[in-house]
């Protein structure tokens, strides 16, 4: 069972007293960070002019793609079907629980015949479901990017309940700053996880 908002509320004041604060993660260095400070107040960067073309993304036509690579042995699926498997990270992140619902073949995700497409929307509804139901879940975020690596990957984030400053987009920013849980109840939760979307099909590998 995911830990309550207390749990996770006493373990960031132990990580930093209960007026400290978290550290800064990596974010504001990225380019896509879209604030920057001017004078003591943060202010919109300014939009550089288009580059002449997109950089190609990591495991383009599937040469060296990490999902490709890894396969079937990859010991962080925890689920699979014959069209999709679902993959947890290599450790816990500050979020109870973050997975990805990716394409077993190296498919962009655009390039889902008609039957993976509806399939992916029935996966997609019931591990929404399944992660949404566990105790002090507050919502499961979905989204699709796919501009980092060409084959397919969809994440399903699980939100800690009753923070209300942990919603919407930026609530993904949480998952970097809060301290990780323990890995026990971590990967208890993904045992649970694979094996409720295994009575819809497919197989629990954990
Ligand atoms: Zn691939």
């Known amino acids: 069972m995911p830990e309550s908002p207390?749990?996770?509320h006493a373990r960031v004041a132990a990580a930093v007293g209960p007026d400290g604060r978290l550290p800064m993660p990596p974010v504001a260095d990225w380019e896509t960070f879209p604030w920057?400070?001017?004078?003591?107040e943060l202010m919109p960067k300014v939009l550089p002019e288009p580059v002449a073309a997109e950089e190609p993304r990591e495991g383009r036509d599937g040469v060296d793609c990490k999902l490709c690579d890894e396969g079937e042995s990859d010991p962080q699926?925890?689920?699979e079907s014959w069209n999709f498997h679902v993959k947890a990270p290599a450790a816990p992140s500050g979020f109870p629980l973050v997975l990805w619902l990716?394409?077993?073949d190296h498919l962009d995700f655009t390039e889902l015949d008609d039957t993976q497409a509806a399939e992916f929307g029935q996966l997609s509804v019931i591990l929404t479901r399944i992660m949404s139901n566990m105790e002090h879940i507050g919502r499961v975020h979905m989204?699709?990017?796919g501009d980092g690596a060409e084959h397919m990957h969809a994440w399903f984030l699980a939100r800690p309940a009753r923070f209300p400053m942990i919603r919407g987009s930026m609530a993904l920013e949480w998952d970097a700053m809060l301290?990780?849980?323990p890995e026990p109840v971590w990967r208890a939760d993904l045992?649970?996880?694979a094996r409720k979307l295994a009575t819809h099909g497919g197989?629990?590998?954990v």
């Open 179 to 181: 301290p990780p849980g």
């Open 102 to 104: 990716n394409s077993n």
């Open 77 to 79: 699926r925890i689920w």
């Open 203 to 205: 197989r629990a590998l």
């Open 191 to 193: 045992a649970t996880v």
């Open 143 to 145: 989204s699709r990017w």
């Open 36 to 40: 920057e400070l001017v004078d003591g």
């Open 6 to 8: 207390e749990v996770i």
